[in-house]
């Protein structure tokens, strides 16, 4: 029997079934039974997204709808065309015209996610899924691994919040501090490294390598992570850049050693801006969009913003995308020490910060080494089989590791241990005999400048920018703050905008997702943060304001 073309509606008497692909996709007897009872049947928590597997003709929706809790959104999800234009036509107006419900067509997981982070004006918390016809047979892993994106996409919108909620006011705080820095750093040029990079991370594999980096040190350009920096200088290895991201005082300690030492840092614009000093380097900026920022997109507007980072998390991971960035045409990039475990109980390299931190406190009552078991940490098998302890994030960084590296066919993991990264995995000899093929010249040419950062210096118009763009925001904020003292008058929508341009004032309150903008209290804490940036910028930007 030759198969439908096309979808058919078929009435059985108590309603209509579907006909495809020589099936029917709901009962022959009673349509809408199956579909509405596991509508009625389905435990629904306030804050969750229902989505729903090839809705058809849409029974069972109107239930649902029906009985939402607050907060909650569904998802009509179609793979299918015909299917999808089938539900376009028939399912009821009522369902469709409904702001929570929305019905999409959609057989990429990437742009299902695009979808739902554009559409989240509702954050939800979990999802769950209902399949409502015998429609999603024809697509079943397919709906399956779209639960999955988007159960993880959830998942890194909380903890996205929850690092705003501890990080986001020092974020912004020190952009603010740190642009007056851009004129005199140098950009991060594309492919203006004409030597292999091997991008040493603090990961305990980076001990194994130590021997290999002294041996080929003259060969590569060396890019360090922050805290991998002590590691290689006590071998007597000095790297040709070190790359940091933390926005927190601890992260000094990686470098108070080092003072004065010359190493150029590539710092995200959020560092600290006294790490910025220590080594005193070369500076060259890069950016990561941390949160949707009304200041990062005027910052891009302006021209201000340097070299953007996907948000990977890991300053291993950063690292080994800047090195991608700024390595030459088909240059292989290596890298060691990123292995998102435990190795004898840490999860740093011997020398790094943290574990010398914890030998100097050892006593006859704090006996050495951490707790292998803490809560959350569980055994996976790493590379060569090896049995290795982890925990939920150092797994995600190297999930984020798969997803942006591995299909890279110049990215090459010469790490001997850790979780697999999904890169190439090469030996340290196989690494050598690759680097010795571009030094000779049968891989590439090495006679350009090596150097790790770019070969321009900042735009010279770039200190008026700044000097202009931070005058801007002062102005922006004092108004604001001269609006809720009661000093000022606006209408209610003005109001509203300003307080939307000024939203880094307020991504860290733990209510900032769901606050009313224009209830009292969260008014008078934005009064508060108003004083505390404009004194950042009047005091802390090293530009001269205009206070009038």
Known sequence: ??????????????????????????????????????????????????????????????????????????????ADPRLFSLSREHIPSSVQNDPRFS??????????????ESEQHIPVRRCVSLDCSGGMDFNRELYRSALAALDASISAWWKNRMTLMILGRSYHRNILRNLSLLSGSIPLSKGTVHKPIIVAGAGPSLDASLSFLSEIRSKIVLLAVDTALAPLMDAGIKPDAVVILESQFWIEQALYGFSNSGIPLFADLVVRPHALKITGGPVSFFSTRFATSPLL??????????????????????????????????????????????????AHSRGAPWPELSRRSVSRLNPPGPQLFPTGHYIRSGKQNRTLITNPVLSSYAQLCRDQFAGDSNCFDIGQDGLDTGCRRLSHREAEALIMQVNTGSAGPATHDSRPTGTDSAPLGCGVAVQQFLQGEYTRIKQLRDILAGDREMDEACLSNLIDECSYLYTHFADAHRVDTTAQSFLNRVRVEAEVFLKTIRVQSGVVIDQS
């Open 297 to 346: 997109n005027r910052l891009e507007t302006a021209g201000l913003l340097p070299l953007q980072v996907p948000k990977l998390g890991s300053v291993g991971l950063a690292a080994l995308y800047i090195a991608r960035f700024i390595a030459g045409n088909d240059l292989p990039v290596f890298f060691t020490g990123l292995d998102f475990s435990y190795g004898s109980g840490y």
């Open 103 to 116: 019905l999409l067509h959609s057989t990429s997981l990437d742009g299902l996610v695009a979808w739902y």
């Open 1 to 78: 029997m030759n198969e439908l073309v096309e979808p058919c509606l078929v009435d059985t008497g108590q309603g209509f079934s579907v006909l495809y692909r020589n099936r029917h996709l709901y009962s022959r007897h009673d349509p809408a039974r199956t579909p509405r009872m596991a509508a009625e049947r389905l435990v629904l928590k306030p804050e969750t997204l229902i989505v729903c597997f090839s809705p058809l003709l849409g029974y069972g929706l109107q239930e649902l709808l029906d009985r939402l809790p607050p907060d909650c959104m569904i998802l009509a999800l179609e």
